[in-house]
């Protein structure tokens, strides 16, 4: 096939290369924040005070209900109009971290709510404070109820790093179309970003699938060893 | 010891407990009894706060407890104040609710370490001492799922026990065990019993009832109907809602 051009491939592969690094480096560190600030998140949006509940139903109403594409935009480009200029790829982490986190503490919510309320009862029981019991009891139990959809979110986080490529942060898509765009290599620069993706996406789906697996198992001995 | 003095408690509008007043001394064995629905349950969750009652007062050892009466008007206690009262309460549930995400062990452990500070050695020492007492020293590393019903029950036994109780509420322990193992439910009870425990116990066994009790409360509609001695209020019961309900049970 003429339209694959191997030469091409093999010149380009080192620069496709560095912004699959970068996507993957965007991925984690957006993946491990959101998973950490989406719990107080949730917790907010469960408040008997209204006003802390409010503010956080607000945001993650806002957010689910506007394009990431949008939020992307508006915090490269409208931010600075107010006096925040902000580096590409810190305004990528911030725009998907912002995104995803709204997303992801509807699911912890739903897993805390899951937790039979016997448990907190239980904790309750033995003297330990809503703090204490949240923490060593219901969150251990809520984490394992969400993981399967916090991986979701995870594989669908990678894809979605893509986006970032309009604030021009230096990922596997932005290097594709520059590359691209300079080689006329159409068709041989997108298979290969596509192979790429690919071949990080692909085992990530089979890890997420494993830890499903484990986390859906129950608790005992046996099975764990 | 504990002391319950004209609770309210209502659900909506529906009054589940209507004026319950009841003292329950040191070592003494008491058990609820009454159809579903009565308040017994609700009561029972009354003096830990679990429920918190709407009028009356609670004292345990002579002290109020979750509310002060300043001017007539009740100011409910800190949090941390309500925790430490309930810490010195051992409650058993009708579902167990072991922690399922723990071990056994580490059920029985997770208060004593975290609530008071425990070390984990002592902690595990002593808790291992309480799973012989309850006859599940070889159950140790065993997780809540593995164990059968009569099993869990007694493990959460154990887990209150590790904080040295003063008193014991049971509710109904046994309800929800298949009834071949109701029997090893109620022989830990009845060694409790016989170490000087004070208990209440919201039961349907009214035979072992009969056996423990020192005194057994009827009660009906959000009130105490009846109390008396076991073999008086089984036997003999003076209320007429008492001997319909009694006849229900017993001839079942």
């Not at chain 1, 959809?149 to 790093?161: A, H, N, P, V, W």
């Not at chain 2, 500070?117 to 309850?134: C, F």
Request: positive net charge; hydrophobic residues 45%; charged residues 20%.
């Amino acid at each position: 096939m003429d339209l694959l051009n191997l030469d091409v491939a093999r010149e380009y592969f080192g620069v496709l290369l560095l912004g699959l690094g970068v996507t993957v480096g965007l991925t984690l560190s957006v993946i491990t924040m959101s998973c950490v600030i989406a719990i107080p998140v949730a917790l907010a949006r469960m408040s008997p005070n209204r006003l802390i509940r409010m503010p956080a139903s607000a945001y993650v109403e806002v957010t689910r209900a506007t394009p990431l594409l949008l939020q992307l935009v508006y915090i490269y480009y409208v931010l600075p109009s107010f006096g925040i200029r902000l580096p590409a790829i810190a305004a990528a982490v911030i725009g998907l971290t912002f995104n995803y986190t709204a997303y992801m503490s509807e699911v912890y919510r739903g897993g805390i709510k899951a937790v039979a309320q016997g448990q907190w009862q239980a904790a309750a029981a033995l003297g330990m404070t809503d703090t204490l019991a949240f923490r060593r009891i219901i969150l251990p139990q809520a984490i394992r109820i969400v993981i399967p959809s916090l991986g979701d979110y995870f594989i669908s986080l990678f894809k979605d790093t893509a986006l970032c490529s309009v604030v021009s942060v230096q990922e596997l898509m932005f290097k594709g179309q520059i590359i691209s765009a300079r080689s006329y290599q159409y068709f041989t620069i997108y298979t290969l970003t596509g192979i790429l993706y690919f071949a990080v996406g692909y085992p990530a789906a089979l890890f997420v699938r494993w830890l499903e697996n484990i986390s859906t198992r129950g608790y005992s001995r046996r099975k764990r060893r | 010891m504990i002391e319950l003095v004209d609770i309210h408690k209502s659900f909506g509008p529906l009054e589940v407990l209507r004026g319950v007043s009841l003292t329950v001394g040191a070592g003494e064995v008491i058990c609820i009894i009454g159809p579903s629905g009565s308040g017994k349950s609700t009561l029972l969750r009354c003096i830990n706060h679990l429920e918190h009652p709407e009028r009356g007062a609670i004292r345990i050892a002579g002290q109020s407890v979750y509310y002060d009466l300043v001017d007539g008007v009740r100011q409910p206690h800190s949090k941390q104040r309500i925790a430490e009262v309930r810490a010195k309460l051992g409650m058993v549930f009708q579902s167990f609710n072991l922690f399922p995400h723990l071990t056994a062990l580490e059920n029985i452990i997770e208060a004593p370490i975290h609530v008071r500070g425990m070390s984990r050695k002592a902690a595990s020492a002593r808790a291992l001492e309480l799973m012989r007492r309850v006859g599940l020293e070889d159950k140790a590393e065993y997780y809540p799922e593995e164990m059968s019903g009569g099993q869990q029950q007694r493990t959460a036994i154990a887990r209150a026990l590790a904080m040295d109780p003063t008193a014991m509420l049971f509710d109904e322990p046994t309800s929800a065990l298949d009834p071949e193992l109701v029997h090893e439910v109620l022989e830990v009870m009845r060694g409790l019993r016989d170490d000087g425990m004070t208990m209440i116990i919201v039961t349907h066994e009214m035979n072992f009832a009969r056996q423990v009790a020192s005194r057994i409360l009827f009660m009906d509609h959000g009130v105490i109907v009846e109390e008396d001695l076991p073999e008086r209020l089984l036997g003999s019961p003076r209320e007429p809602r008492t001997r319909a309900f009694l006849k229900n049970v017993l001839e079942r």
